[in-house]
């Protein structure tokens, strides 16, 4: 006969042993980063800082920082996507709102906008998980390219190689 195990309270962490098939979590200390070479460039005073990078399921989530006013890009979105302003504003020139310091956006899928910041706007930071494929596009529809979670990873490693930190620097987001 085992002996009895002890009464738990809340402050008891649990005792079992995780799944080892389980991933590992992601803490980012400082997710805006001190270090500038940790924003990866996207476009022309456009960065964006990953978070997670998830390759099985084909999700990412990132910082997405603009330090000039004007349009980003057109896109188009076959999933969900959500974001949350942190810094700064935007808008979409589809839409009469406009995304604040603090608001939160879902975007539904099949939604095509464009993003566009400001003129009076120094720097927008905004976080994003974007689920799937980003299809760019003219006014008309028309395709002109596409970015996802491996394109994403692919922009990483290119990056913080080249800045001193190692093409593996990304590996800690992804999963």
């Known amino acids: ?29 400082s997710a805006i980063p001190s270090d500038e070479r940790e924003w990866v460039p996207q476009a022309e005073n456009v960065w964006f800082r990953p978070l997670c990078l ?18 980003l890009s057109r896109h188009r979105h076959p999933q969900a996507v959500h974001g949350m302003v942190l810094k700064g504003r935007w808008r979409y ?3 009469d709102w406009e995304a604040t310091e603090g608001s939160y956006v879902f975007e539904p899928p099949g939604e095509t906008h464009t993003l566009y910041v400001p003129e009076d706007v120094e720097e927008m930071i905004t976080y994003f998980q974007v689920n799937g494929v980003m299809f760019y596009c ?27 930190l190692g093409a593996n620097f990304v590996d800690q987001f992804i999963r």
């Not at 402050?11 to 992601?26: D, G, N, S, V």
């Not at 999700?59 to 920082?65: Q, T």
């Not at 003219?138 to 001193?164: A, I, L, Q, W």
């Open 54 to 71: 998830n390759v099985s399921t084909g999700y990412w989530m990132n910082l997405l920082r603009v330090r000039k006013s004007g349009v």
């Open 138 to 164: 003219d006014p008309y529809g028309n395709y002109t390219g596409y970015e996802d979670v491996f394109t994403k990873v692919d922009m990483c490693r290119k990056h913080y190689e080249s800045v001193g």
């Open 93 to 95: 020139l589809e839409h």
């Open 1 to 29: 006969m085992s002996a009895p195990k002890p009464a738990a309270d809340a402050m008891t962490p649990y005792q079992l042993p995780f799944p080892k098939e389980a991933q590992k979590e992601i803490v980012v200390p």
